[in-house]
């Protein structure tokens, strides 16, 4: 079947553009996740959806970064004000459900901000 | 201290030799434990998952967690030139959040 799917795969934006991520999850996963990978470094959760619960937004490194989640579907990422900092791959992953450590992940979205 | 540290390398093995990889955690609270294989330029994909201590094995690869000495585990039997990725190691607990370390890149030389 169909996996975690982003969107678009490379994004280049200028310093002080927004910038908006998407992702797909597979059918049927109610648990959702956005991570960020620095160059050389592990991967960063930034927020966790469950169903209809209120996210885990433990993560967002700043007011500038926020995400959404319509149901148990599509997510977007988006990052305001974009910072050179802000370079890095953006992943998501999603999970059959609450608690399941089986975390699939998506190919991932490249940023550069120049 | 990050919660989740691994010596990121690389290491590079002969075709048929057997890789052995490394992490140390810090957070008693976990009780899985991950490794995903990240080839470049693509997203992690779960290799082996474990709960709590003990062994696994799948195939060529085994997993060991130690939760005595917060020691995690990762060997490949038999390397082939597609093993050469890069390996990250995860721990995680009751909140569904999962600490990864650096990740570890792995080169099989043919």
């Known amino acids: 079947g169909a996996g975690v799917s982003q969107s678009p795969s490379n994004k280049v934006t200028e310093k002080g553009k927004d910038v908006e991520l998407r992702c797909d999850p597979i059918?049927?996963?109610?648990?959702l996740y956005w991570y960020r990978q620095r160059l050389g470094q592990g991967l960063e959760f930034l927020i966790y959806?469950?169903?209809?619960?209120?996210?885990?937004k433990s993560g967002l490194p700043s007011d500038r970064f926020s995400a959404e989640r319509t149901g148990e579907s599509v997510s977007t990422l988006t990052i305001q004000r974009t910072q050179q900092e802000d370079s890095a791959v953006y992943l998501c992953?999603?999970?059959?459900?609450?608690?399941?450590?089986?975390?699939?992940f998506g190919p991932g979205t490249r940023l550069t901000v120049t | 201290q990050k919660e989740v540290e691994q010596d990121p390398g690389p290491l590079s093995v002969p075709e048929g030799a057997i890789v052995s990889l490394n992490c140390t955690y810090s957070n008693s609270a976990f009780q899985y434990f991950m490794w995903y294989r990240q080839y470049s330029r693509k997203g992690p994909e779960l290799l082996m998952y474990?709960?709590?201590?003990g062994n696994k094995e799948d195939g060529r690869f085994t997993a060991q967690v130690d939760k005595s000495s917060k020691y995690i585990s990762l060997f490949i039997r038999d390397s082939q030139p597609s093993d050469s990725a890069t390996y990250l190691c995860a721990g995680g607990y009751g909140n569904n959040r999962l600490a990864f370390g650096k990740g570890n890149q792995v080169v099989v030389i043919p």
């Open positions: 959806f469950q169903g209809n619960s209120a996210p885990d």
């Open positions: 992953a999603s999970s059959l459900r609450r608690q399941d450590y089986e975390q699939y």
């Open positions: 059918s049927g996963h109610t648990a």
């Open positions: 474990t709960y709590s201590s």
